[in-house]
C-alpha cells in the first residue's frame, strides 16, 4: 500500500456506490483514484473526495490501469471558510480545473503552492484584486512555461517594443514579431507587474496597488498565454466572473445607495 497527501481536483459518482477522485499528489503528482462504496461508507470518506479537500491518502497501485484503488482517506483539511463564501469557492474551484489541466508530473514545489494559495484563501477576509493572476502566472512558472520577460525569447535581444507571443512564450522583439502571428501588443508596465507578480510572495499580495486599465491588461496577457497552454478556456472561469461582476455591482450599489 502506498501513502501521500493529495488534493482533490476533480470527483464523480460511479456506478451506484463508488466515486471516482482526481489527486494532486505530493509524490506522485496527478493520482486518479477509485473509492469503492464511498456513498455509502461514509465512516470511511465522509467530505474527504469533496473538491479542494486537503487529505492524506492510503491507497493500492495498479499495475494494470491508471486507476488506482482507495483504501483509506483522511482529511487534513476541508476549507470550511472557503466553501462558505461563494467567491472564494469559485476561485478554489477554477484552481482545481487549471491544475488538472497544467500539470501531471510530480513536482513538491507546486503542491506547496496549492497549499498555500488555499490556506491563503482560506483565512483572507479581503481578496486582492491580483489574486487570480498572481495564481496563473506562478502555476504556469513552476510548470515550466516560463514566461520570459527580460529579453526577446527568440533573439535574445532587448526589445525597443514589445509583443507577447503565447507560442514562443516571452516577449518578442519586432524583428521576431513574423515568428508568432498571434503575438499581442504589451505594454512596459505590463511587463513590469507581471515581473514583481513572479517574484512576490501571497502573503504580501494585498501591498500591491495596481490601476483597473492595468489590471485588466496583465489579466487579458495571462489568461492569452494560459488559453494557449492548455489549449482551450477553462469552463469554471466563466462562474468566476459572473461572481466577481456581481459582486462589483453589489458594492457599486451599496456604494451610491442614498
Same mark, same amino acid.
Given at each position: 500500500?502506498?501513502?501521500?497527501?493529495?488534493?482533490?481536483?476533480?470527483?464523480?459518482?460511479?456506478?451506484?456506490?463508488?466515486?471516482?477522485?482526481?489527486?494532486?499528489?505530493?509524490?506522485?503528482?496527478?493520482?486518479?483514484?477509485?473509492?469503492?462504496?464511498?456513498?455509502?461508507?461514509?465512516?470511511?470518506?465522509?467530505? #474527504?473526495?469533496?473538491?479542494?479537500?486537503?487529505?492524506?491518502?492510503?491507497?493500492?497501485? #495498479?499495475?494494470?490501469?491508471?486507476?488506482?484503488?482507495?483504501?483509506?482517506?483522511?482529511?487534513?483539511?476541508?476549507?470550511?471558510?472557503?466553501?462558505?463564501?461563494?467567491?472564494?469557492?469559485?476561485?478554489?474551484?477554477?484552481?482545481?480545473?487549471?491544475?488538472?489541466?497544467?500539470?501531471?508530473?510530480?513536482?513538491?514545489?507546486?503542491?506547496?503552492?496549492?497549499?498555500?494559495? =488555499?490556506?491563503?484563501?482560506?483565512?483572507?477576509?479581503?481578496?486582492?484584486? =491580483?489574486?487570480?493572476?498572481?495564481?496563473?502566472?506562478?502555476?504556469?512558472?513552476?510548470?515550466?512555461?516560463?514566461?520570459?520577460?527580460?529579453?526577446?525569447? #527568440?533573439?535574445?535581444?532587448?526589445?525597443?517594443?514589445?509583443?507577447?507571443?503565447?507560442?514562443?512564450?516571452?516577449?518578442?522583439?519586432?524583428?521576431?514579431?513574423?515568428?508568432?502571428?498571434?503575438?499581442?501588443?504589451? =505594454?512596459?508596465?505590463?511587463?513590469?507587474?507581471?515581473?514583481?507578480?513572479?517574484?512576490?510572495?501571497?502573503?504580501? =499580495?494585498?501591498?500591491?496597488?495596481?490601476?483597473?486599465?492595468?489590471?485588466?491588461?496583465?489579466?487579458?496577457?495571462?489568461?492569452?498565454?494560459?488559453?494557449? #497552454?492548455?489549449?482551450?478556456?477553462?469552463?469554471?472561469?466563466?462562474?468566476?466572473?459572473?461572481?466577481?461582476?456581481?459582486?462589483?455591482?453589489?458594492?457599486?450599489?451599496?456604494?451610491?445607495?442614498?
Amino acid at each position: 500500500m502506498e501513502e501521500t497527501e493529495g488534493i482533490v481536483l476533480r470527483s464523480f459518482d460511479v456506478r451506484e456506490t463508488s466515486k471516482l477522485a482526481v489527486f494532486y499528489t505530493r509524490d506522485f503528482g496527478v493520482l486518479k483514484g477509485l473509492a469503492k462504496g464511498a456513498r455509502k461508507k461514509q465512516k470511511y470518506f465522509g467530505s #474527504s473526495l469533496e473538491l479542494f479537500s486537503h487529505d492524506y491518502i492510503s491507497f493500492y497501485k #495498479s499495475r494494470n490501469s491508471e486507476v488506482h484503488l482507495i483504501g483509506k482517506c483522511e482529511q487534513k483539511n476541508f476549507y470550511i471558510g472557503i466553501r462558505e463564501n461563494i467567491l472564494k469557492s469559485s476561485f478554489a474551484t477554477y484552481w482545481m480545473e487549471i491544475v488538472q489541466e497544467l500539470i501531471q508530473d510530480q513536482d513538491e514545489k507546486i503542491f506547496d503552492f496549492l497549499l498555500a494559495c =488555499l490556506s491563503y484563501l482560506e483565512k483572507e477576509p479581503n481578496l486582492p484584486s =491580483l489574486l487570480l493572476p498572481f495564481f496563473e502566472l506562478n502555476l504556469l512558472r513552476l510548470a515550466g512555461y516560463g514566461p520570459v520577460l527580460t529579453n526577446c525569447v #527568440s533573439c535574445k535581444k532587448e526589445p525597443v517594443s514589445y509583443k507577447f507571443s503565447p507560442l514562443l512564450g516571452g516577449i518578442i522583439c519586432p524583428d521576431c514579431h513574423n515568428k508568432d502571428t498571434r503575438s499581442i501588443d504589451i =505594454l512596459p508596465n505590463t511587463i513590469a507587474l507581471m515581473k514583481i507578480l513572479i517574484k512576490t510572495q501571497i502573503e504580501t =499580495l494585498a501591498r500591491i496597488s495596481v490601476v483597473p486599465k492595468l489590471l485588466g491588461q496583465v489579466k487579458g496577457v495571462i489568461h492569452y498565454y494560459l488559453f494557449h #497552454s492548455i489549449g482551450k478556456r477553462p469552463k469554471s472561469l466563466q462562474f468566476v466572473e459572473e461572481i466577481m461582476k456581481a459582486k462589483i455591482l453589489t458594492e457599486a450599489s451599496y456604494l451610491t445607495a442614498p
